[in-house]
């Protein structure tokens, strides 16, 4: 079946760095969305950012564009979220997700639809 696994959570200080990773298996079909979503205690769960997994397409929210980038690297089947200049407010869980996507991957700039989720890494920036 479909897994998600991610890694590389952790502690660190206001303007460090950070990459996760998401381990993807079981996939049953070919042209799939990947995104990564946070959640912070209290408040909604966010998307973040969304790559095909032909890699041609990504997508950023304002927010995070210039600071986060999203990859992957396919002979791996894994998919990362390299975060820089972090601040105390990143602090939250973060969570790969994954969808189907039509071939040309257009539903990859959406961070609607996703329904395969991970268990979360968590991640903690002190000021």
């Known amino acids: 079946q479909v897994q998600l696994v991610e890694s590389g959570g952790g502690s660190v200080e206001a303007g460090g760095s950070l990459r996760l990773s998401c381990a993807a298996s079981?996939?049953?079909?070919?042209?799939?969305?990947f995104g990564w979503f946070r959640q912070a205690p209290g408040k909604e769960r966010e998307g973040l950012a969304g790559i095909h997994s032909s890699g041609d397409i990504t997508y950023y929210i304002a927010s995070v564009k210039g600071r986060f980038t999203i990859s992957q690297d396919n002979a791996k089947n894994t998919v990362y979220l390299q975060m820089n200049s972090l601040k105390p407010e990143d602090t939250a869980m973060y969570y790969c997700a994954a969808k189907p996507s039509s071939s040309d991957g257009s539903d990859c700039y959406s961070l609607n639809f996703y329904n395969k989720w991970g268990q979360g890494t968590q991640v903690t920036v002190s000021s």
């Open positions: 079981g996939f049953p079909y070919r042209s799939i969305c």
